[in-house]
């Protein structure tokens, strides 16, 4: 397959024009210019239809960071898009509380293996931060224990590279453990006694947790007074309809979910057990947009789909032929100890590492972009299914990587990979330790 420059005239000057009025250009970060390479991949989508999308020069491609994860189904699904123009011609956010508020709300407690009780956010980061709150006021401890991602306030982000204007008292309130490693959290225990208030964590990120792994956690944090959250922004009605809680039958006292809950309508909910549920009724969780109509519609819509069609099925059997495909065109190409797809088929990543240092390959990572951009694929490190993914656009991505392992083949023989990249080479979101 061909690789074509690509015409990008149009998402270049919009990103000068963006230099000055929009700091950090993008309003997410893994979305903005240091995840692309400058000058050879676009900035700015304009329009999606299904599992494609088109920029701002017309240029087309498969769409598989589907906007960091929301679009399940796929671009304007015509379920969807039907159901919030009916929403939109009554209204979008009202004075008073809507119905559909409850009528989203007994599906999710239904869908939902811990929730007795439900409310809703706009963003991953607001139903976390709830979670978090409203455990510390449950139990009447301070400490936060954490393994994972989970969004953009203090309490977490104090807790990374990107800690400016973080004050210590609070960063210092959230405490790391090593995620698979019980040993790690037991510690954790032991340090704070009484004092820690929940455990937060991704109940899976890239590799299956190991049997017995997240069980042995949820009596741990019993044994010592602690609410157990799973956070399921990434993994809820994307590996399963109810998320990790339904593939690994362990149930936390308290959830998040966010991302594909309404297939790209900003929705996020927090579910969990009655007793601690019940606390919001004094905790203050409240702002204006806080059950919008509009994407209420959307998730009924969205979940509706779920439950009559076999989404999940299909988000795994194309990923598992995306990542089986990757795996063995890099092996094929003698590239197999530089770069590899790993993660639950519905949501998989890439690595790019150099086998002798071992640390991440930025220029590697670069040059996989570049060739899979310049042959229509949209590719931000890794492959978030749609239901919209089809057989022939599964066909063009193989026959993309196949191309592209070739071009990072030669790039790695001839000891200089980033003077194969035509643009400027990626960074990562976070500073490395
Ligand atoms: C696991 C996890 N938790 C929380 C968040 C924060 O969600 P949001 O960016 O919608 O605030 C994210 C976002 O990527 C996430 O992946």
Redesign the pocket.
């Given at each position: 397959m061909d690789s074509k420059k690509l015409e990008l005239t149009q998402s270049y000057s919009l990103l000068d024009r963006a230099r000055d009025l929009i700091p950090g250009v993008a309003q997410?970060f893994?979305k903005g210019p240091t995840q692309i390479v400058q000058g050879v991949s676009p900035l700015y989508l304009e329009r999606g239809q299904g599992s494609h999308v088109w920029d701002v020069d017309g240029n087309e491609f498969i769409d598989y960071p589907t906007s960091?994860?929301p679009i399940v189904l796929g671009h304007n699904d015509p379920d969807v898009s039907k159901a919030v123009i009916e929403q939109i011609s009554k209204g979008t956010v009202f004075s008073l509380s809507s119905p559909i508020e409850l009528d989203v709300a007994e599906t999710l407690i239904d869908a939902i293996p811990c929730a007795d009780m439900v409310r809703y956010g706009k963003?991953?980061?607001?139903v976390?931060s709830a979670a978090v709150r409203v455990s510390r006021a449950f139990t009447g401890r301070d400490i936060v224990a954490l393994s994972?991602?989970?969004?953009?306030q203090d309490w977490y982000i104090g807790t990374t590279t990107r800690n400016a204007g973080v004050p210590a008292a609070v960063s210092d309130l959230s405490k790391k453990y090593v995620y698979g490693d019980t040993a790690s959290l037991e510690k954790l225990f032991a340090e704070y006694p009484d004092q820690i208030a929940c455990v937060i964590m991704?109940p899976v990120g890239v590799v299956e947790p190991a049997e017995g792994y997240l069980q042995a956690t949820k009596d741990l944090c019993k044994k010592n007074g602690a609410l157990l959250i799973f956070?399921?922004?990434?993994?809820g009605f994307r590996i399963a309809y109810g998320g990790a809680q339904e593939r690994y039958g362990v149930v936390p006292d308290l959830a998040?979910y966010?991302?594909a809950l309404a297939n790209g309508y900003p929705l996020?909910v927090i579910g969990g057990r009655r007793d601690v549920m019940e606390l919001f009724d004094e905790i203050f969780f409240s702002f204006t947009f806080g059950g919008d109509a509009i994407s209420l519609a959307a998730s009924q819509a969205t979940l509706a789909k779920m439950q009559s069609e076999p989404v999940f099925e299909h988000l795994w059997r194309q990923g598992q032929k995306l990542q089986d495909g990757y795996n063995s065109l890099a092996r094929e190409n003698g590239v197999g100890d530089f770069t590899s797809c790993i993660g639950l088929a519905p949501r998989t990543v890439a690595t790019f590492s150099d086998p002798e240092s071992g640390h991440d390959s930025p220029a590697l990572r670069s040059l996989i972009q570049q060739e899979l951009v310049r042959r229509g694929v949209l590719f931000l490190f890794g492959f978030n299914i749609s239901y919209s993914v089809s057989d022939a656009d599964v066909d063009h991505t193989l026959e993309a990587l196949r191309a592209a392992m070739g071009v990072v083949a030669s790039a790695i023989d001839s000891g200089d990979v980033e003077s194969w990249v035509d643009g400027k080479i990626v960074k990562p979101v976070f500073r490395q330790a």
């Open positions: 997410t893994s960091l994860g963003n991953g980061s607001d976390t994972g991602y989970h969004g953009w991704e956070d399921e922004v990434l993994t998040c966010a991302k996020s």
